[in-house]
């Protein structure tokens, strides 16, 4: 596995640890389409939440959630869109952003993390 590859596996990983904190089932993790990928997706109640997972070591170059471009939205719902259609879940869809920031990467013992909730709609 390459570093890259390491390093957002960590960072999806401690989101999904926050999550299950939070009240959260994990549903799936890395659902991949023809129309994009979603990093994870969770149940909290009647919401099903379709969350991307940015990680950076600080803010020197903006807030993780600058990098989930307009592009980016859009193919995440596409793929959400798409995951409904296939599993025939009725609940209600939320689009989530969690920034991990790591300063020392994947060797940082307490990462900050921010959810942000209704990061960006249809």
Known sequence: MNDQKERGNWGED??????RLHGYRIVERNFRCRQGEIDIIARKGEIVA???VKQRKNTDFGEA?????FSKQRRIIAAAE????????????RF?????????GTK????????IE?????
């Open 14 to 19: 401690r989101a999904a640890r926050y999550l």
């Open 82 to 93: 798409l995951w409904l259609l296939k599993t025939g879940c009725e609940l209600q869809p």
């Open 108 to 115: 940082t013992l307490f990462p900050e993390i921010h959810h």
């Open 65 to 69: 959630r600058e990098f989930v471009t």
């Open 118 to 122: 209704n990061a960006f709609s249809v």
């Open 50 to 52: 379709f969350v991307e």
């Open 96 to 104: 989530d952003v969690i920034e991990v920031y790591a300063p020392q």
